[in-house]
């Protein structure tokens, strides 16, 4: 444990000392991404899956760590952050590095990809206060006193993590106090504190928006190779990136139409919010007016663009519920990870949710893997479905393992239109058929079953009474 600990501060104080690549020409200003929607993290990073090795693990550990954020960012704002100070197992497939290297380069047509990220970045450090006034430190082990002469002007293309605490750079792997030293005095009016969204928050960490222009006000030869350089943020001619204009925060998300109809809706009643492009942003008040005030007993919001983000705050809402029976999500982008906070709270038996229909949200056996953990501790739940989704008969192993020994309370099960399930899957389901005494239905129509496999299966289910397998 006290190693990994201690790769991990090698690793960050890397990341801190991340400068020495800075081209030495001016590039393209950094522009095209500053008029785009904001949208979930999620979505935002979907196009960099095949640029960021694993970056669908690095989503799901700051997503986690980012449910209630400070500084009155939303979860995905502050998981948008706290995903760039991440540092990963090599420094080189880290999301910061990959991503100031692209910023570098002077082919601007590769930061397409980052675009939504970008746009959802920086706005979400547009939120947070600047620091003014202050000086604050970056510190590398080299001599870098002949690069930066006095009133040179010069811009760092990258974003650049520094900290207010010089303590922090006298760690020895990261700066110490031996050796030719560099360090940077830096006056700025851009830097932004992270240190709340940060994976590592008691390092005080400042970070400076991308494309920022200074100019060296001196440079000084210390004692024992100490090469102190101070620089000061200047006015560039132009913009060198581009933001938007933010939002104020104080202005609260409204969707008075989404209200209006969840108002009309009697109480303890069913609402459809099918169809109607429904966001994370509206889940809040889809919790609130729903779920809470109006103490419906079904909630559909089918075909709408719900993603992780948005089933945290139902998943939230859903925690000591005793009304609603059953919840309709299909056709949105819940993934796995929304799966996972679903299960979550259906795993602590704190509400009466008696129906899940999570069909069409791109569920992995990853996901099943949630689910069959809450159904050995659910006690509530009567109807999963899970039609068209990406359930393989590794998903199929896993549900039918908790049904066959510990769930007896789900009813019907729906995994139609999950096309890699096949026959592979037919000892599981046989023997969950003979052990599960609770399960009425199982609807498996359109999977990669034989038509041997199907009589099999209807073989299995002949001493079962008033059973409806669909095939």
């Given at each position: 444990m006290a190693s990994k600990q201690f790769d991990q501060l090698k690793q960050h104080n890397t990341r801190l000392s991340d400068m020495i690549k800075e081209p030495t020409r001016m590039l393209p200003p950094i522009k095209g991404f500053e008029n785009l929607d904001l949208v979930s993290l999620e979505k935002a990073v979907e196009s960099l899956?095949?640029?960021?090795?694993?970056?669908?693990?690095?989503?799901?550990?700051?997503?986690?760590?980012?449910?209630?954020?400070?500084?009155?960012?939303?979860?995905?704002?502050?998981?948008?952050?706290?995903l760039y100070s991440?540092?990963?197992?090599?420094?080189?497939?880290?999301?910061?590095?990959?991503?100031?290297?692209?910023?570098?380069?002077?082919?601007?047509?590769?930061?397409?990809?980052?675009?939504?990220?970008?746009?959802?970045?920086?706005?979400?450090?547009?939120?947070?206060?600047?620091?003014?006034?202050?000086?604050?430190?970056?510190?590398?082990?080299?001599?870098?006193?002949?690069?930066?002469?006095?009133?040179?002007?010069?811009?760092?293309?990258?974003?650049?993590?520094?900290?207010?605490?010089?303590?922090?750079?006298?760690?020895?792997?990261?700066?110490?106090?031996?050796?030719?030293?560099?360090?940077?005095?830096?006056?700025?009016?851009?830097?932004?504190?992270?240190?709340?969204?940060?994976?590592?928050?008691?390092?005080?960490?400042?970070?400076?928006?991308?494309?920022?222009?200074?100019?060296?006000?001196?440079?000084?030869?210390?004692?024992?190779?100490?090469?102190?350089?101070?620089?000061?943020?200047?006015?560039?001619?132009?913009?060198?990136?581009?933001?938007s204009p933010m939002i104020p925060s104080t202005m609260a998300y409204q969707n008075r139409k989404l209200e209006d109809r969840i108002k009309i809706c009697p109480m303890d009643s069913e609402i459809n919010l099918n169809q109607q492009n429904l966001t994370d942003q509206d889940m809040n008040i889809v919790v609130q007016e729903a779920i809470i005030n109006k103490r419906c007993k079904k909630l559909s919001l089918e075909n709408n663009i719900i993603t992780s983000q948005g089933a945290i705050t139902i998943a939230n809402g859903l925690n000591n519920n005793t009304t609603l029976e059953a919840l309709i999500l299909y056709h949105n982008h819940l993934s796995d990870l929304g799966v996972r906070h679903l299960s979550k709270v259906l795993s602590t038996n704190s509400s009466n949710l008696k129906i899940l229909g999570i069909g069409s949200n791109s569920i992995t056996d990853n996901g099943i893997q949630y689910l069959a953990q809450m159904l050995k501790k659910n006690q509530s739940l009567i109807v999963l479905g899970l039609v068209f989704n990406e359930i393989t008969d590794q998903g199929v192993r896993l549900l039918a393992d908790a049904l066959s020994h510990d769930n007896q309370t789900l009813q019907f099960l729906h995994l139609s239109k999950n096309k890699s399930i096949s026959n592979s899957s037919f000892e599981y389901l046989n023997q969950m058929l003979k052990r599960n005494h609770s399960l009425r239905e199982l609807w498996m129509q359109n999977c990669s079953l034989s038509n041997d496999i199907k009589q099999n299966l209807r073989q299995s289910i002949r001493s079962k009474t008033n059973f409806r397998l669909e095939l």
């Open positions: 899956i095949s640029i960021v090795p694993e970056i669908d693990q690095m989503i799901y550990v700051v997503t986690q760590n980012c449910t209630n954020p400070k500084d009155d960012l939303t979860p995905d704002e502050s998981a948008s952050i706290m991440m540092e990963w197992t090599s420094r080189d497939d880290s999301f910061y590095f990959i991503l100031n290297k692209t910023l570098r380069s002077e082919n601007r047509q590769l930061l397409k990809p980052w675009f939504l990220y970008l746009r959802l970045f920086i706005h979400s450090l547009s939120k947070l206060p600047s620091i003014a006034g202050k000086a604050i430190f970056r510190g590398i082990k080299m001599d870098l006193r002949n690069d930066y002469p006095t009133d040179k002007e010069f811009v760092w293309w990258a974003f650049s993590s520094c900290t207010n605490q010089v303590s922090v750079l006298e760690n020895e792997e990261f700066f110490g106090k031996t050796g030719k030293r560099t360090l940077f005095v830096i006056e700025c009016d851009s830097g932004k504190d992270i240190h709340n969204h940060s994976l590592f928050p008691t390092e005080n960490e400042i970070l400076l928006i991308a494309a920022r222009q200074f100019r060296v006000i001196a440079n000084l030869n210390s004692d024992n190779d100490l090469y102190i350089i101070q620089i000061k943020e200047i006015k560039p001619p132009f913009p060198f990136i581009s933001c």
